[in-house]
């Protein structure tokens, strides 16, 4: 059974940094494509970074590229994601999502949401001005 646990979350200051964390449980890492996504209250979610592991291919949000940065740990089994600069506007519930194909293998790009099998439950973040 696949389980994903995010951490990390919290309530910082505008120019702050946090680093997500998302432990995975029967599921390989190392293998196959991750991502977070992100959803605000009364907004759409939205992908914020994906990793294809096996590669190392990473893919940003325009909104993110430059700010936030998506990593792996094979030995933990862990998919990280540092974010740095928050601004208020990225204040939502983030989520961290696995496939078990490549990351954009429906050709709706490497953050379509409805290409992730797995999703985690959670965790928050938010960034006050």
């Known amino acids: 059974q696949v389980q994903l646990v995010e951490s990390g979350g919290g309530s910082v200051q505008a120019g702050g940094s946090l680093r997500l964390s998302c432990a995975a449980s029967g599921y390989i890492v190392s293998r196959n494509c991750m991502a977070w996504f992100r959803q605000a209250p009364g907004k759409e979610r939205e992908g914020v970074a994906s990793?294809?592991?096996?590669?190392?291919?990473?893919y940003y949000a325009d909104s993110v590229k430059g700010r936030f940065t998506i990593s792996q740990d094979n030995a933990k089994n862990t998919v990280y994601l540092q974010m740095n600069g928050l601004k208020p506007e990225d204040t939502a519930m983030y989520y961290c999502?696995?496939?078990?194909?490549?990351?954009?293998?429906?050709?709706?790009?490497?953050?379509?949401?409805?290409?992730?099998?797995?999703w985690g439950q959670g965790t928050q973040v938010t960034v006050s001005s």
């Open positions: 999502a696995a496939t078990l194909r490549s990351c954009g293998y429906s050709g709706y790009g490497p953050l379509f949401s409805e290409d992730y099998n797995y």
């Open positions: 990793i294809y592991t096996h590669s190392g291919g990473r």
